[in-house]
């Protein structure tokens, strides 16, 4: 009887050990970013793996009042491909923990 507890304290030293492992891939992902443009690059922005939107740059030459709407388009466009993008490096990340394991609520 004692032998089978025994593998049940392996299985929740191993959890406790991935539980550990993805705080920390969190925690790396909140440090690591990804940029996306919109517009040839005329709007870039930043997000990192957290999902995070960290910084938004527009080209001055965009800038026109008369064409407001183009460019909050290409904002909509930059901010949405940066998520995206930021998406997949969390995925990547979390499945060389999980082994491609998907656990609902883990990943963005």
């Known amino acids: 009887m004692a032998k089978g507890f025994g593998g049940m304290g392996n299985i929740f030293k191993q959890a406790q050990e991935m539980q550990a492992r993805l705080a920390q891939v969190q925690e790396e992902l ?7 443009s919109a517009g040839g690059g005329m709007v870039r922005v930043t997000v990192n793996g957290q999902l995070a939107l960290s910084s938004v740059k527009i080209d001055p030459t965009v800038v026109n009042p008369q064409e407001m709407e183009m460019l909050e388009d290409l ?16 995925a990547e990340e979390m499945s060389k923990i999980t082994g491609g394991l998907k656990i609902p609520g883990l990943t963005p």
Do not use: H, K, W
Not at 30 to 36: D, I, K, L, P
Not at 75 to 90: F, S
């Open 30 to 36: 909140a440090r690591r970013t990804v940029e996306a």
């Open 75 to 90: 904002i909509l466009a930059a901010v949405n491909e940066g998520l995206r993008l930021a998406r997949e490096m969390a």
